[in-house]
């Protein structure tokens, strides 16, 4: 590490309150270590929820990937139907999930609730699950995030870059909002206008356990902030007041915790051209596992490979400083901002 160090590129974050950072990752899939944490991060658990964005490749396909220590079973509930057991014997174990069960778990509305549009998995140990959303290319899977470490606030950054010719509605950023528990509120504010939605606006929907919230623009997501909550003003009830609900039905509204998964409809991670493009999609960590120190190592074997990536603040007035031999530049970002791509052909340290 001592000797790597020489040719690691930095990123250097004001002291003050220790800003936080968020380091999403546009090409290649980064382990990262953090000095300090307050929320669960290891993939490992027994309870999963992943749901789909829609992919318009020809050739989707939905692969789910387990891993055990040893032999267990899995059992998925795809949307409403009924659970299908998996054994699983220990190690990797990759299913392709039939065209049937896909169809009930993709989020196909737009900006409403889509109900239980999404896949429960149950298991009696505790695996690591992952999945792909499959069409052409390999920017398309994403580890799922256990219920137990779910958050109660995520704030989105989202890769819109589009290459010259490209039409920003091929590059639509994706946010799906799943509910783990019972009747929850969720606050949504975004920080760029996007279509039907103005900057700063907040709305609130209720979701039951399994609803997916999906949310599509041909603009940029980064920034859009997303709350669990138990606030019933925030919810714009639509058509005439309904009739009094029963009186046990608000008895379980609670704030339970959210999985978020976000992404775009097609993504490109290189500057040459517009194709080949990419459906993508990744899991969403909460706000509570944002840290002021970080280590990004790319995949063996691409390490002459340009990578791309940017910070994102996690608090008003937060000062970075980029360092590496080619450039240094301070920038200032308020909540939610992003700072532009930064190309680095070396693994590279964050810290704030």
């Known amino acids: 590490m001592l000797t790597l160090r020489s040719s690691i590129n930095s990123i250097v974050c004001s002291r003050?309150?220790?800003?936080?950072?968020?380091?999403?990752?546009?090409?290649?899939?980064?382990?990262?270590?953090?000095?300090?944490?307050?929320?669960?991060?290891?993939?490992?658990?027994r309870e999963f929820f992943v749901s789909l964005f829609e992919n318009e490749s020809d050739n989707q396909k939905l692969f789910l990937h387990f891993y055990s220590d040893g032999p267990t079973t899995a059992d998925v509930t795809y949307g409403t139907g009924t659970p299908v057991t998996y054994d699983l014997p220990g190690g990797e174990v990759t299913i392709e999930v039939p065209q049937a069960y896909v169809s009930r778990v993709t989020a196909t509305s737009n900006f409403v609730i889509n109900r239980k549009a999404s896949a429960h998995i149950v298991s009696n140990d505790k695996i690591r699950v992952s999945f792909s959303n499959s069409a052409q290319f390999s920017t398309d899977a994403t580890a799922a995030i256990p219920a137990t470490a779910g958050g109660h606030q995520y704030i989105v950054p989202n890769w819109f870059e589009p290459?010259?010719?490209?039409?920003?509605?091929?590059?639509?950023?994706r946010i799906l909002i799943i509910n783990t528990g019972g009747r929850t509120v969720v606050s949504m504010t975004p920080k760029n206008n996007i279509p039907g939605w103005a900057a700063?606006?907040?709305?609130?929907?209720?979701?039951e356990q399994g609803d997916v919230?999906?949310?599509?623009?041909?603009?940029?997501?980064?920034?859009?902030?997303?709350?669990?909550?138990?606030?019933?003003?925030?919810v714009d009830w639509p058509g005439p007041p309904p009739p009094p609900p029963p009186p046990d039905f608000f008895d379980d509204l609670d704030c339970h915790s959210l999985i978020v998964y976000y992404g775009n409809q097609k993504s490109w991670a290189?500057?040459?051209?517009?194709?080949?493009?990419?459906?993508?999609?990744?899991?969403l960590p909460p706000?509570?596992?944002?840290?002021?120190?970080?280590?990004?190592?790319?995949f063996g074997g691409r390490l002459t490979s340009r990578h791309t990536f940017f910070a994102m603040a996690m608090e008003d007035n937060t000062t970075l400083t980029y360092v590496s031999p080619l450039q240094n530049v301070t920038v200032t970002l308020d909540?939610?901002?992003?700072?532009?791509?930064?190309?680095?052909?070396?693994?590279?340290?964050?810290?704030?």
């Open 335 to 352: 909540k939610g901002e992003k700072t532009s791509s930064i190309y680095s052909n070396y693994p590279y340290i964050l810290t704030s």
């Open 163 to 173: 290459p010259m010719g490209a039409l920003p509605a091929e590059n639509s950023g």
């Open 200 to 207: 700063g606006e907040e709305r609130g929907y209720m979701l």
């Open 16 to 45: 003050d309150f220790f800003r936080h950072l968020w380091l999403p990752l546009a090409v290649f899939l980064a382990f990262v270590c953090q000095t300090s944490v307050s929320a669960q991060t290891d993939t490992w658990g």
């Open 270 to 283: 290189g500057l040459c051209s517009a194709l080949p493009a990419s459906h993508m999609v990744e899991a």
């Open 213 to 234: 919230f999906s949310i599509s623009g041909a603009a940029d997501l980064t920034g859009f902030e997303i709350k669990a909550s138990t606030d019933l003003d925030l």
């Open 287 to 298: 706000v509570t596992t944002s840290g002021t120190e970080f280590m990004v190592v790319p």
